[in-house]
């Protein structure tokens, strides 16, 4: 079997083969909290999580990609290396996977569970820059603190821990603090979410000032 076939048979084989599921505590209290806020089927299941865990695990696996990576470790393929011309064999073939770690797993896991799933020792897994979960941040006075400044300026929200799906850089200060916590104050609709990264990536001047209103009244209550 050539490289570029065998590497499209590894891709296939985690394509079909996702991570196990769970739900993590973070998110079940994110439930809870949203139960008093919904109508009243959805407000039963909310109040019930614990009873409900393993069906409301199966359906956050299907209602889209957010939910679905708030449940397991995700894997993307994303650039895909072989030939260098078009009439050439392809001695070898590459890809990269960007890999989210889901909160309770670690990377070494990951790695292992990738190689199960490939079933082929001559496919090289390499981790070129690996990352496990971040910590959860516990409930404490500096959370009350945000809690409160975001009750300020944002009435309108519901306030609920939430495991936050990108790589921020605020992962480089868990290891000098244990209350590290990820707000942005900036209220964006599908739209703009949809513009974060891409060409002309911006935000309205309304949510810009209600950004820095946050900021100031953080700073004050601090």
């Known amino acids: 079997m050539g490289a570029t076939a065998r590497l499209a ?9 996702p ?5 993590p505590e973070v998110t079940a209290e994110m439930l809870r909290r949203f139960c008093p806020h919904t109508p009243p089927p959805l407000r039963t299941v909310f109040a019930n999580v614990a009873l409900l865990r ?3 695990t199966w359906l956050f696996g299907r209602l889209g990609n957010e939910t679905n990576a708030m449940t397991r470790t995700t894997v993307a393929i994303t650039t ?3 030939s260098s011309g078009a009439n050439v064999l392809a001695a070898t073939a590459k890809a990269n996977a960007n890999i989210r770690v889901a909160v309770g797993e670690t990377v070494e896991g990951t790695v292992a569970r990738l ?3 490939i079933r082929d020792p001559k496919v090289e897994l390499r981790v070129v820059e690996g990352n496990g979960p971040s910590p959860v941040s516990p409930n404490s006075a500096q959370w009350e603190l945000l809690a409160d400044c975001i009750g300020q300026v944002f009435p309108e929200a519901i306030i609920t821990p939430y495991i936050m799906m ?9 290891g000098i603090c244990g209350t590290v916590y990820r707000f942005a104050p900036f209220f964006m609709d599908v739209r ?10 911006k935000i309205s001047l309304e949510t810009l000032d209600r950004g820095v209103r946050f900021y100031e009244t953080l700073m004050r209550e601090l």
């Open 9 to 17: 048979r590894a891709i296939t084989r985690i394509e079909r083969s």
């Open 19 to 23: 991570f196990p599921q769970s739900l």
């Open 54 to 56: 393993a069906p409301i």
């Open 80 to 82: 895909l290396e072989g």
């Open 115 to 117: 190689r199960k799933i």
């Open 166 to 174: 990108g790589g921020t850089d605020s992962r480089r200060f868990t």
């Open 192 to 201: 703009a979410r949809g513009s974060i990264h891409a060409v002309d990536e």
